[in-house]
């Protein structure tokens, strides 16, 4: 490499191909990393109207919402609650809400593309045991809502637990 780069123009060549290269790498990396600055206000109100319109589930984030990159852009809340009727029927330890690459320069402009949601106790009956149905009838083929680890609850209307179901993994989409 001495050898190599003794030559002035072969240095010079060298010199501006790694400034180059890491010049790419800090405007991807600023790119991707573009939702860190948001309005977590916004971004909140944002994310429960796609949520809403793409998968018909109300949502309430009761912890804040932060930004992670790997292994896709997505935003994550350890605290989230899943509203059905002014009722809470789904408490959320762990969630994550996956985004488009595309366009992450603005909140108006940002797309939700997945929902995950781990940890979580759902808490039916019979008033609201559509949630599943109205969820896969409001999806189309390009959103997925997937739930890990969680546990359903089905109650009789005194709130006393008639039966309970434990789920591993479910991809639920049309």
Known sequence: VYKILKNKKNYKSYK??????????VLILSYFLTPTIYNKDELKI??????????????????????????????????????????????????KLFISYNNLFSVETLKLKNLLIKNAEFKLNKYNVHFFQKVLNANDSENKVIVKNSNLFYTNLSGDVIFLSKIEDINFYY
């Open 16 to 25: 501006t191909t790694i400034i180059g290269g890491i010049l790419i790498i």
């Open 46 to 95: 944002s994310l429960k109207e796609q949520v809403l319109n793409k998968y018909n589930i109300k949502i309430k984030f009761n912890d804040k919402i932060r930004y992670g990159l790997f292994p896709k852009p997505h935003f994550f809340s350890k605290n989230l609650s899943i509203i059905d009727k002014e009722d809470n029927i789904a408490n959320i330890k762990h969630s």
